[in-house]
């Protein structure tokens, strides 16, 4: 079952913050974060497993609310590199398989 | 993290026709994906790309329209079978690798189907 997440865009300054979330009604095993660019492929930024462990390699962070199957992904004082597409992909019960949500639209102008 | 290739990055084809892409991964990974995501939109998952064996094709995905093989842990294809201006999307392949978290994606096949 497809994620759902909000806002669907979001325009910002540089150095302003931004939260972007995702819920599902299923149990969820983890939640992945992407950024993709326009025509580019999606890129990896962020993995929240159940039990709580973290693992990403960007200067961006998130949560994972296990009991109300909610993640946020928090972009602080954003760069014009921000800008994107953001993906929650969700995956259940450990099969490895994701399914994304429809994405938020972020816009970081100077 | 694995570095894919992927081919063609786009093609232009009659309706009727098949294509075949591929997917090629510089290292042995666990688990190789197939997406399709129309421009602007979200990514809708064709199918499990399974070494050896049949792949596992998500609903509304069936084995004839979209055979799949994998012969190794390094190599996948898609075949886009008998196509329609419907088919027309952007196909990626993704993989799953032991030491690295998260999916690495191909760059992408642009499928425009005339």
């Known amino acids: 079952q497809q994620p759902v997440q909000s806002p669907q865009a979001v325009i910002l300054r540089e150095g302003e913050d931004a939260v972007i979330n995702c819920s599902s009604s299923k149990a969820l095993y983890s939640v992945h974060w992407y950024r993709q660019k326009h025509g580019e492929a999606p890129v990896f930024l962020m993995i929240?497993?159940?039990?709580?462990e973290q693992k990403g390699h960007d200067k961006i962070s998130a949560s994972f609310n296990e009991k109300k199957q909610q993640s946020s992904l928090y972009l602080t004082a954003s760069q014009l590199s921000y800008s994107g597409t953001y993906f929650c992909g969700t995956e259940q019960g450990g099969s490895e398989k994701l399914v994304f949500g429809k994405g938020t639209k972020l816009t970081v102008n100077p | 993290s694995a570095v894919i290739s992927q081919k063609p990055s786009r093609d232009i084809c009659q309706r009727g026709t098949s294509l075949t892409i591929q997917c090629q991964v510089d290292s042995q990974v666990t688990m190789m994906f197939w997406y399709r995501q129309q421009p602007g939109q979200s990514l809708t998952l064709i199918a499990t790309a399974n070494q050896g064996s049949e792949a596992t094709y998500e609903s509304g995905f069936v084995i004839d329209k979209f055979p799949i093989s994998r012969p190794n842990l390094t190599f996948s294809t898609l075949t886009v079978s008998n196509m329609s201006p419907e088919d027309s999307s952007i196909y990626l392949c993704?993989?799953?690798?032991?030491?690295?978290?998260?999916?690495?994606f191909g760059s992408g096949t642009r499928l425009t189907v005339v």
């Open positions: 929240l497993l159940k039990g709580g």
């Open positions: 993704s993989v799953t690798g032991a030491t690295v978290p998260g999916y690495t």
